[in-house]
């Protein structure tokens, strides 16, 4: 019978022996840039040799590290997978060749950096884990924890969706526009509940408020200095100006005739209190009654008002 020698750099080696590594991805997960250890264990205190390695995953999804070994003698591969997505098909797949009739033993170790969350619609189709929503009817809700790139890169984020089941069909013609069917929100702030989530986004819709009002009435993001605090200054004057005309109308209606908040706008007969548009006519109102605002002076004609405001509120505070 013929004899098969096998010699590497030059030295004979009487045995060898092969491992093949296949990592499949069988959870319900996307992962993305996924850290992999392998480890092959020392044998009778001698380290692995590692004579061939032969990857069948493409390149351009994989980076690899040089092998290392720790003071136990255990051999150390590092991979990082770029991609992993759920799929039947492997997402790496490796081969391993060591001298030595007996294979080492082989561990392998996932660092899970962050689960790679996909869109609003894709976690609506999931069918367990869904609650009850706390405040709406019909809704249910269901939160996770991961990466979210299109939305935050490199972040983690607890998202819940919230999950209208009544609203997935479409929208009778000339019904009222309803709330999505799917909705998305997220936070950093990783320990907040659900409901505690939820309770913040219901109150965003005030600071949304202040916002448009401190731009429309308080003049907010007009300023002509440049400077930052000459723009503090600036801004925070005018939300004292602001707050105090605020404080200047509750008073004066608290003890006046009520504000007939129809007046101006007769067609918003579901009105029920005021705006920072009543609060400020109402101050013009009281001003000019007053005679300190406006003052023309490009004709002495329009000096003095001739026209007397239906409701004029008191313009001591």
């Known amino acids: 019978m013929p004899k098969l020698t096998i010699a590497i750099d030059g ?10 590594l296949t990592l499949r991805n069988e959870s319900d997960q996307d992962f993305e840039d996924l850290p992999i250890v392998v480890t092959f264990a020392a044998t009778n205190n001698r380290k ?4 061939h390695e032969n990857i069948e995953t493409a390149h351009e999804l994989y980076d690899n590290e040089a ?3 720790d003071a136990d003698s255990n051999l150390h591969l590092k991979y990082k997978l770029k991609v992993a997505n759920r799929s039947n098909e492997p997402i790496f797949v490796d081969n391993y060749t060591f001298t030595g009739e007996q294979a080492p033993l082989m561990t392998i170790q996932l660092i899970k950096k962050g689960v790679v969350l996909g869109s609003p619609k894709t976690f609506a189709r999931k069918r367990s884990g869904w609650h009850p929503h706390p405040t709406e009817v019909g809704a249910l809700v269901q939160a996770w924890t991961g990466l979210w790139h299109t939305v935050l890169p490199g972040r ?5 969706v919230i999950r209208r089941p009544m609203l997935l069909g479409a929208r009778k013609p000339g019904a009222r526009k309803p709330p999505p069917a799917v909705e998305a929100l997220f936070t950093t702030e990783l320990t907040l509940s659900v ?12 600071v949304e408020i202040t916002l448009r009002d401190s731009q429309a009435f308080a003049g907010f993001g007009q300023d002509q200095c440049r400077k930052r605090e000459r723009v503090v200054g600036a801004n925070t004057l005018r939300l004292v100006l602001a707050a105090a005309r605020t404080l200047w109308f509750v008073e004066q209606t608290s003890r006046a005739v009520p504000l007939d908040l129809q007046r101006s706008r007769p067609w918003y007969r579901q009105k029920c209190a005021p705006s920072q548009l009543d609060i400020v006519w109402a101050c013009r109102e009281a001003l000019q009654e007053a005679g300190v605002f406006p003052t023309p002076r490009f004709t002495s004609a329009l000096a003095t008002n001739q026209e007397k405001p239906e409701i004029v509120l008191s313009l001591a505070a």
Do not use: D, H, K
């Open 67 to 69: 092998p290392t070994t």
């Open 11 to 20: 030295n004979p080696v009487e045995n060898i022996s092969t491992l093949r």
């Open 156 to 160: 983690l984020l607890r998202v819940v």
């Open 48 to 51: 692995p040799v590692l004579i």
């Open 195 to 206: 409901e505690a989530i939820l309770a913040q986004y219901r109150e965003r819709w005030a």
